[in-house]
């Protein structure tokens, strides 16, 4: 299939070009002619060879095959599998890590001035080493019950002996020496006690996953307070990141005694945890999630703090039934919250919103919604939550403009 740009391009083809920008989505922009390229494993400066591996209407995609003038922050990849033909989770190893921040840093002001017409500089903060960090992974077997990782846009399996962001309790080498079925989804999980669960679905199935190995319900411990989290519940993949994030959470919120607090998408309750305490016995929590298996962990870890109403549901759907709060925390997925929650947490007129975003685009978008509604974003952070990967953690505070 050829592309329909002004120069038309084909899978195959060998270009020359000088890569310009970073793009959303661990990309980086090239042109040839009028066409505009995709890039993978590319360096904004550097002039490289690139292999065109897919047209469209509007873009291009392609992968660098050989650098001819490569960047001073051009590294050699720790990992063998992080070349363009290999393992698809790690598209920043080739980049030193002080350009892979400053990169992040650029997307979120990029998508800021694009999406919420606001001029907005960030520093992504540093956490932790760049490697071993990773407590949460998803592995997949080929149709010869290989071990691995899927490659860049592809369903095909990358098998793999070993992976350097997992952390060593997950004991990668041993998951890749057995006898794996074929076509099967292996999500491994390690919790902050170093216990281990393995569950099993089929690759081409959208089904849950059904424990194999260890303990159905993981002890977490954050700042001090244990947190049971079960298999198909959301946690936070990073070791530092539930700490992190608390913290800068904290920092924003600045809550008081009594204090009437919004936990929106509160998962198993790590917001809650952190904030239980400092509202006291007059205070209270409502946390809304919409995963049952993240309630029941929520309604457990909070058995014994009458103040915590846990409901499971669309935010969006119960959000018009709260009729008010001192403060609202949300951690949506990836999507965002959109403009009806943003327009419901607005209605009940909280004096702070903290909004933990793992998509800069979605926070963008949020942010014109906040601003529209009479609030305007007054403090951001950035966390380097996910080295070696174009991926990114912010937390926001929004307040009555």
């Not at 959303?24 to 360096?43: N, T």
């Not at 063998?80 to 790690?90: E, F, L, S, T, V």
């Not at 592995?139 to 019950?145: C, L, M, P, W, Y």
Request: glycine share 8%; hydrophobic share 45%; aromatic share 6%.
């Amino acid at each position: 299939m050829t592309s329909t740009n002004s120069t038309p391009l084909a899978v195959g083809d060998v270009l020359e070009v000088v890569v310009e920008k970073v793009a959303h989505g661990g990309h980086f922009i090239a042109r040839h002619e009028g066409a505009v390229i995709f890039v993978r494993h590319a360096i904004p400066g550097e002039k490289s060879r690139v292999v065109i591996t897919s047209t469209g209407a509007s873009f291009n995609r392609g992968d660098v095959v050989q650098v001819l003038e490569p960047s001073s922050d051009r590294v050699p990849a720790l990992c063998k599998y992080a070349h363009r033909q290999g393992c698809g989770g790690c598209d920043f190893q080739h980049i030193s890590l002080q350009r892979q921040r400053l990169l992040k840093a650029e997307v979120i002001s990029e998508q800021f001035l694009r999406i919420a017409k606001m001029d907005l500089s960030v520093e992504v903060e540093e956490v932790g080493e760049p490697l071993h960090w990773r407590t949460r992974a998803i592995a997949t077997t080929d149709h010869k019950g290989a071990f691995g990782f899927f490659a860049a846009r592809s369903h095909s399996v990358v098998p793999i002996n070993d992976c350097l962001i997992v952390v060593d309790e997950m004991k990668m080498p041993e998951l890749a020496s057995r006898n794996w079925k074929s076509d099967v989804r292996v999500e491994i999980a390690i919790s902050a006690m170093g216990e281990r669960n393995i569950a099993l679905a089929p690759t081409r199935e959208k089904v849950k996953a059904r424990l194999t190995e260890g303990s159905q319900v993981l002890q977490e411990e954050v700042n001090g307070r244990k947190l049971q989290v079960s298999q198909d519940s959301f946690w936070q993949s990073h070791k530092s990141a539930p700490e992190v994030l608390s913290k800068a959470v904290l920092e924003y919120a600045q809550l008081a005694d009594g204090d009437h607090v919004l936990d929106l998408y509160g998962g198993v309750g790590l917001f809650t945890s952190a904030v239980v305490d400092v509202i006291g016995s007059s205070g209270s929590v409502v946390l809304i999630e919409g995963s049952k298996s993240a309630t029941s962990d929520a309604a457990r870890n909070f058995a014994g703090k009458p103040n915590v109403a846990v409901s499971t549901g669309d935010v969006a759907k119960l959000l018009p039934g709260i009729s008010k709060a001192d403060v609202v925390i949300l951690d949506p997925p990836r999507d965002g919250a959109g403009m009806a929650v943003v327009a419901q947490i607005a209605r009940i007129k909280p004096r702070a919103v903290v909004y933990v975003a793992c998509d800069p685009a979605a926070l963008a978008r949020d942010t014109g919604y906040f601003q529209d509604l009479g609030y305007s974003l007054v403090k951001i952070r950035a966390f380097d939550l996910f080295p070696m990967t174009h991926h990114i953690e912010c937390v926001a505070l929004y307040m009555p403009a």
